[in-house]
């Protein structure tokens, strides 16, 4: 069974570094998958912040390309995200997913399982 | 950018069939799949690859696609599938991934 877990602060000064982990269980963060980051708002939709694969292939949501930046640990099979000059907008629950592909270039992909989210509050 | 629509809202009576649309441009041609967000918890797949659906989803929760909408399908829905349910395809401009914004079943 997959299982993903996030972990960090759970309050980021404005203008600081957001930074999240998410260790996985059940899987190797080297197979043939993708790893994103998902984001919710407290009482609003999903929002994909990108995603990566563990040779280091990384893909952002063009509105928060210039803030992300995502990393993986193959020794400790977890990835990460960090965002930066946060703000009070990015006050999110922040979840981790394992992006499964029948064929990525194709666009054949869903996100499966998810982890159970952290929530992140942006606050002086 | 590419974007998904979805009703805010949508009611069913118990045990009878609740229909949810997500409409976007080709959409049918894009792989849409859907989630389900029980109050508190994270999402969790129902459908794939447009129709699939993944091992312990109840058969009840079918889906289809053709041209612009993607449709996902409860049947005999029950008190349980109270939720918000998202869509989600792939934008290949941006090589990401774009959701509907969701829309709440409501059972009563």
């Known amino acids: 069974q997959v299982q993903l877990q996030e972990s960090g602060p759970g309050l980021v000064k404005p203008s600081d570094t957001l930074s999240l982990t998410c260790a996985v269980s059940?899987?190797?963060?080297?197979?043939?998958?993708?790893w994103g980051w998902i984001r919710q708002p407290p009482g609003k939709g999903l929002e994909w912040i990108g995603y990566?694969?563990?040779?280091?292939?990384?893909y952002y949501n063009p509105s928060l390309k210039s803030r992300v930046t995502m990393s993986v640990d193959t020794s400790k099979n977890q990835f990460s995200l960090k965002l930066s000059s946060v703000t009070a907008v990015d006050t999110a629950v922040y979840y981790c997913?394992?992006?499964?592909?029948?064929?990525?270039?194709?666009?054949?992909?869903?996100?499966?399982?998810w982890g159970q989210g952290t929530l992140v509050t942006v606050s002086s | 950018s590419y974007e998904l629509t979805q009703p805010p809202s949508v009611s069913v009576s118990p045990g009878q069939t609740a229909s949810i649309t997500c409409s976007g441009d080709k959409l049918g041609d894009k792989y849409p799949c859907w989630y389900q967000q029980r109050p508190g918890q994270s999402p969790v797949l129902v459908i794939y690859q447009d129709t699939k659906r993944p091992s312990g989803i109840p058969e009840r929760f079918s889906g289809s696609s053709s041209g612009n909408t993607a449709t996902l399908t409860i049947s005999g829905t029950q008190p349980m599938d109270e939720a918000d349910y998202y869509c989600q395809a792939w934008d290949r401009s941006t090589v990401g991934v774009v959701f509907g914004g969701g829309t709440k079943l409501t059972v009563l």
């Open positions: 990566m694969y563990y040779s280091g292939s990384t």
């Open positions: 997913a394992r992006c499964v592909s029948y064929d990525f270039w194709s666009g054949n992909i869903w996100f499966d399982p």
């Open positions: 059940g899987d190797s963060i080297s197979s043939n998958n993708w």
